[in-house]
């Protein structure tokens, strides 16, 4: 199975993450970009002049990834050791009750709040 490619925004920066979809605006979790109606629009800065030509896929990917609530990137060469997270611990196989360091213990941001980096 091929991985699916995010997509940023070149106006605001937002990042379509196909795994995470966008279920508030009735794209499942899956949803490739190139599936997307081409009437697509950034959620965040809604630049519908240029809709869906205003994003450009992410070259490869880094397994960086950033929550959405604070800007903090999860890097796997790094990991938290800290927290006990190992450097090499990919985002995926981190315990689904992880918090974002910076954020998570106040605003109760988890695992879910973050998306694939570049």
Do not use: W
């Amino acid at each position: 199975m091929s991985q699916l490619r995010s997509y940023v925004c070149q106006a605001c920066g937002y990042i379509y993450d196909p795994s995470r979809g966008e279920p508030k605006n009735g794209i499942p979790p899956g949803t490739a970009f190139e599936d997307l109606p081409e009437n697509y629009t950034c959620p965040v800065c809604g630049n519908a002049r240029v809709g869906k030509s205003a994003f450009v896929a992410l070259e490869a990917p880094t397994g960086r990834y950033r929550c959405i609530a604070c800007g903090y990137i999860y890097d796997p060469a790094r990991g938290e050791p800290k927290h006990g997270i190992v450097p090499g611990t990919a985002f995926e196989d981190l315990p689904e009750s992880y918090v974002c360091p910076v954020c998570g213990v106040y605003a109760r941001v988890g695992k879910s709040a973050f998306v694939a980096s570049d």
